[in-house]
């Protein structure tokens, strides 16, 4: 499974990002992609995921309402839209995929996925 992440920046507290992640390599076609993030001297934290096979999804709570996963087919990237950020948004942002499709929105919390790709930065500053 190859995972390409892009989008990060520097962005004004209110303002939006749109990451995506290009994901490959998956030998079914039920399977999780997810956004991960850390802030420095934080622990990494389940953002948003979305399942391939029937496109449920799951957001954190601190993100719900803001954030938006997307993805038009198997084809096109997945897309994280990040509306009204905030400067505790910032952070590395990992785009990371699992084969078993471990996404549901009545997860608690997002459990860590086996494939990883690159992270991206995102700074919410003034």
């Known amino acids: 499974v190859q995972l390409q992440a892009s989008g990060g920046g520097l962005v004004q507290p209110g303002g939006s990002l749109r990451l995506s992640c290009a994901a490959s390599?998956?030998?079914?076609?039920?399977?999780?992609i997810g956004w991960f993030r850390q802030a420095p001297g934080q622990e990494r934290e389940g953002v948003a995921c979305?399942?391939?096979?029937?496109?449920?999804?799951y957001y954190s709570t601190a993100v719900k309402g803001r954030f938006t996963i997307s993805r038009d087919n198997a084809k096109n990237p997945v897309y994280l839209q990040m509306n009204n950020l905030e400067p505790e948004d910032t952070a590395v942002y990992y785009c990371a995929g699992d084969q078993d499709p471990i996404c549901h929105s009545a997860y608690p919390t997002l459990p860590p996925y086996s494939d990883w790709g690159q992270g991206t930065q995102v700074t919410v500053s003034s």
């Open positions: 979305i399942r391939s096979g029937n496109g449920q999804t």
């Open positions: 390599g998956f030998t079914t076609d039920d399977y999780a």
